[in-house]
Nanobody
């Protein structure tokens, strides 16, 4: 059974940085061809995809985070990471990692079968 567990959320001032990690259990990333992504959901708003990495390593970002966020994965550690720099108050949300076993490389949540429980990020001005 696949489980995703996020960590690294917290509170930071505007302009600061945070690193989120997502540990995958149940499957070895070496042995699967999945897309892995980060989503976020702010209070009263829809969940939105912000960064995705395909099995071949290609990445895509939502326009609002491009140039500030970096997605990466370490197959040996079975971990997905999101490095977030130059954080803004509008980045405040619950952040989720997700896995698409079809490796479609999309930022649409409909394609993702597995989800973590989320980690809270709060950015103060």
């Amino acid at each position: 059974q696949v489980q995703l567990m996020e960590s690294g959320g917290g509170s930071v001032q505007s302009g600061g940085s945070l690193t989120l990690d997502c540990v995958v259990s149940g499957y070895r990333l070496f042995n699967v061809a999945w897309s892995m992504a980060w989503f976020r959901q702010a209070p009263g708003k829809q969940r939105e995809g912000i960064a995705v990495i395909e099995n071949n390593g290609r990445t895509r970002y939502r326009n609002t985070v491009g140039g500030r966020f970096d997605i990466s994965k370490d197959n040996a550690k079975n971990t997905l990471t999101l490095q977030m720099d130059s954080l803004k108050p509008e980045d405040t949300a619950t952040y989720y990692c997700a896995a698409d076993t079809g490796d479609r490389g999309m930022l649409d949540s409909a394609w993702y079968e597995y989800w973590g429980q989320g980690t809270q990020v709060t950015v103060s001005s």
